[in-house]
């Protein structure tokens, strides 16, 4: 397929590894940034990175004193935002469909205790991960806006929780 520069995938329970091929076109996501056109697929319109350091503070009191301390990696979040096409028609490859399934089948799945999910961003690919038994993406939520008269068309915004293992997944 041409113009996909975007995928988002499920690993299922004792996959041989965490790749995108593995998970095949059920279980697989596709975005595409050329076309725009989502009568049949979906495109992505924006993306958030929400890359967090733990950063506590302990202030005084009675001093002009202000404690920071840096914890490390508090954590990596990413929404992102788009339309897709033929959500009228209740089939599995609908984007709608398969994120309300991926939802109900939770965050993990056997092997995959971390995340389930993977992520390729073709123009970010500083984000990208394939998930192992070490760590993975979570789905945090899902929100879906159907356009008015258009009701093949919905806005969808996606947000993905990084789990385990961060400096070694990015």
């Not at 299922?12 to 995108?20: D, F, L, V, W």
């Not at 950063?55 to 004193?65: M, Q, R």
């Amino acid at each position: 397929m041409a113009g996909e520069n975007a995928y988002i995938w499920q690993v299922q329970a004792s996959a041989g590894s965490g790749q995108r091929t593995t998970a095949g076109d059920t279980h697989t996501q596709s975005f595409n940034n050329t076309g725009k056109v989502p009568s049949g697929g979906a495109y992505i319109s924006d993306i958030s990175v929400d890359f967090r350091r733990a950063v506590p503070e302990n202030e005084a009191v009675d001093a002009d004193n202000n404690e920071i301390q840096d914890m490390g990696i508090g954590g990596l979040d990413i929404i992102i935002k788009g339309v897709s096409g033929d959500v009228d028609n209740d089939t599995a490859s609908n984007l709608v469909n398969k994120f309300s399934k991926w939802l109900q089948d939770g965050n993990t799945t056997t092997g995959y205790t971390k995340g389930r999910y993977g992520l390729t961003l073709e123009n970010m690919p500083q984000w990208d991960v394939e998930p192992t038994s070490t760590y993975g993406y979570h789905i945090r939520y899902a929100r879906f806006n159907y356009i008015g008269e258009k009701r093949d068309l919905v806005e969808f915004e996606i947000a993905l929780a990084l789990g385990g293992d961060l400096a070694t997944a990015i």
